[in-house]
């Protein structure tokens, strides 16, 4: 079986995971108390799946510091490149969820604020891989960034616990099996898409860099 077809089965099971979890999200919202659970499943999946790909980043980037290889560098940027859209993803769903919830899209309460803050730092992270143009310099100056601004990924998660804020931390929320099973099903849904964006932008990352070698070589560049 082909790479491509192997990636062509993952979207598959993806797609199907995303349905099996909306209708389940669907279900256990019409049945809860509050009408605005139902954002729970967009917005602590994608959070979750964005610190992920930020400590896959981190790893990565640690180990091209460690073994000079290029393509752990790659792997770096890729995931800190979804670890901006799953973040985006999760800020824009915690804000309609602030408004539903709180009555105003932006408090500036501890957790939103850190959130940004690190969104922006790993902004800052792809600004460095974009503006420099020498590869062994890009990679160095961006995986010692990499490492710094993942300090921000711990301290978001337990900015909720150290500062008083709105935003419940998850020990304190009591949730209903149902609404339980169709969370853990959004979570392995965005998983998945992770999964296979990753493979996919890394796959399309390889092609782009082969191309430029090639032009290169040739002179054009």
Known sequence: ????????????????????????????AVQAERPD????????????????AF?????????????????????????????LVYGAVALIAGAVWAKQTWGAYWTWNPKQTITLI????????VSIKLSIGNIEKRAL?????NILAFSLVPLNYLSATLWWSPHSTMSEVTMSPPI??????????????????????????TLEERVNILLYEKGDI
């Open 37 to 52: 659970i139902y954002f729970l499943y967009l917005h602590v999946p994608a959070i979750m799946v964005c610190y992920t």
């Open 141 to 145: 100056v961006g995986a010692v960034y």
């Open 180 to 205: 339980v099973e169709a969370l853990v099903l959004n979570l392995v849904a965005a998983s998945l898409f992770f999964i296979y964006l990753m493979i996919t932008a890394s796959d399309v990352k």
């Open 118 to 125: 690190l969104w922006i730092a790993y902004m800052g992270y």
């Open 1 to 28: 079986m082909g790479k491509s077809m192997k990636r062509n089965i993952l979207l598959i099971i993806a797609v199907a995971m995303c349905i099996v979890a909306s209708y389940a999200a669907y279900d256990s």
């Open 55 to 83: 400590s896959l980043s981190l790893i990565s980037s640690i180990a091209f510091l460690t073994k000079r290889k290029y393509i752990y560098d790659r792997t770096a940027e890729v995931s800190a490149m979804l670890g």
